[in-house]
């Protein structure tokens, strides 16, 4: 019998595989209120892990960094017994809510103008500063993860993600198109820094199975720029990156929320493994998706989280059915969860519900 392990190595290479995997992405307020609606809880009251407790195959173990130029600031500049807002070591000012997960609110940025790059943050990111990773944690966590048999990951954002929170949209956009030379420079130092700190983790902490990149690249039916702009400034750096981990043996998922489509042809040539979330409210069809690239990409995710918070036994057992079964018509590898985070829209039954319907159709 293949370990979990072994079966998403299968599903990442395209190779033959028993079974579809399963992994999700519960928000931590999701697990909380799912305690008082029966899920387990540790002595402290706190939820049991959501991986051991529904039995995910692939699990993260780390490999974040402090990625900001000035590493480790963190100055409150206004709080609430509800939010703060926090100024980070790029120069952002974010609206974090204390109580509830959720993306911050962008207050205000300092980084303005490539003067202000090269002058305040590009030359903090030159050198390197192992403080800026702990290794002893990864390692850690990789060998406890990888003890139990499951697929294990490191993840981290990168260049878009990282542009968005260090420049904000606006002087983000604006210079993808009014000065290019300046996003190409940025984006090199960082893809030169990842690399840096990508090899400590690899060498020092242990190889995992794969590795996440995390980018937002689009929203509801469109992308935040062109598809030109992004073969051209962006897509060089992920293929880059790619061959990188790529050289270490390790495959490459590419997260990104929002519409997909546009940027398929792109993902297969940058050389990414597989595609998560797929997210069905912003006009993505995962079906649709393994029908042209079954041979290209392993799919991950992409059943509408909307049908979980529904809480329509028929509906979830409808769609969850559709969705696997469609992926196996089609031939495609195939991990399932849902096409965005489990938000506390969900309840804890009609997830375990939707989780027993897929262990019914998980059998290639």
Known sequence: MQTARETVDNLMYRAPARRIAVRDNIWSDTLRKWVTQGMDADEQGD???????????????????????????????????????????????????????????????????RDVWDR????????????????????????????????????????????????????????????????????????????????LLFEEAGLPDGVWLFEDLGYKHRLFCSPKTLAELIFPYYAEMVEFIHSYGLPVVLHTCGYTEPVLDMTVEAGFDALNPMEVKAGNDALAFAERYADKLTFVGGLDARVLESGDRDLIRREVTALVEGMKQRGASYVYGSDHSVSTNVDYEDFKYAIEVYREHMMY
């Open 47 to 113: 939820p049991v892990d959501a991986t051991d407790h529904f039995g995910f195959d692939m699990v993260g173990v780390g490999g974040w960094f402090d990625w900001h130029a000035k590493r480790g600031v963190s100055d409150v500049l206004e709080e609430t017994d509800e939010w703060k807002v926090v100024r980070n070591g790029s120069g952002a000012a974010l609206k974090w809510w204390k109580d509830k997960s959720g993306t911050p609110e962008h207050i205000d940025f300092l980084m303005t103008s």
């Open 120 to 199: 305040d943050y590009r030359p903090h990111l030159l050198e390197v500063d192992r403080e800026r990773v702990d290794i002893a944690k990864a390692r850690t966590q990789l060998e406890r993860r990888r003890a139990q048999g499951l697929w294990t990951s490191y993840g981290h954002q990168f260049i878009w993600e990282n542009m968005r929170g260090s420049m904000g949209d606006t002087t983000m956009y604006m210079s993808l198109l009014t000065d290019p030379d300046w996003i190409h420079d940025y984006n090199r130092v960082y893809t030169d820094m990842y690399k840096t700190y990508w090899r």
